[in-house]
């Protein structure tokens, strides 16, 4: 994988490399869920580094599902080791995973913006088909604006369904700098956002986030 992976992405390595990491983890081979986790051809989702992840290797995660206690897995990989790299699932394509009471909420997100893609509970519950989902959830989104008219109009159109949803909505708003949660967009133009990227978090004005401009 020569391009650089995206924060969220959806990853899969190969077996071989995942019998390395286990070897490397005694304490994460002796749960049987994570040990056969790429066996069972489920994915990782790429992170942000942290202080103890060895340079120039991918930061990855594993979120297991509150039957198994919500545990966060974190292990890094070469870029070698990873054979399919994948955008985190649509929405409307997880949405049948849903409970029922989500619906029309999802529908109403879809009509917003067709690209919306999930990256938390839901999405895992629809890639594994292990129950993360819980009365207390929320529904964790990627919203992709990539012109900057959408982008200045699409944190108040959030809003508006959000006031309604039967679920918190939480996530991004992607630009061109990276991804600010979509809460902090809707305040005056002077303020200062921060962007999540892939190497760590910046701030800069609301309006140039929205602009399309750049750290």
């Known amino acids: 994988m020569a391009d650089p992976l995206e924060r969220h992405a959806m ?63 974190a292990v890094a990989l070469d870029a070698g080791e990873i054979i399919e790299c994948k955008p985190p699932p649509l929405l409307a394509d997880a949405a049948a995973a849903a409970p029922s009471a989500w619906q029309d909420t999802i529908d ?23 129950p993360y989902l819980t009365d207390h959830s929320d ?41 600010v949660q979509w809460r902090e967009l809707t305040g005056a133009d002077a303020e200062e956002v921060l962007v999540k990227g892939l190497s760590g978090v910046h701030s800069m004005t609301r309006a140039a986030f929205l602009a399309g401009g750049t750290p």
Do not use: Y
Not at 149 to 171: C, F, N
């Open 11 to 73: 990853v899969k390595p190969s077996a071989g490399a995942w019998t390395a990491v286990m070897a490397r983890h005694p304490e994460f081979a002796e749960n049987a869920i994570v040990e056969g986790w790429v066996r069972a051809g489920r994915p990782l989702i790429v992170r942000r580094p942290g202080c103890s992840d060895p340079a120039g290797k991918i930061p990855l995660g594993l979120p297991l599902p509150p039957s198994h206690g919500k545990r966060r897995i």
């Open 108 to 130: 109403r997100l879809i009509r917003l913006c067709p690209e919306t893609r999930t990256f938390g509970s839901l999405a895992w519950q629809h890639l594994t088909g292990l």
């Open 139 to 179: 529904l964790d989104l990627l919203w992709p604006a990539r012109a900057t008219a959408q982008a200045s109009t699409l944190p108040l159109e959030i809003a508006g369904i959000a006031h309604l949803a039967p679920m918190r909505l939480d996530g991004e708003i992607i630009c061109t700098a990276g991804g």
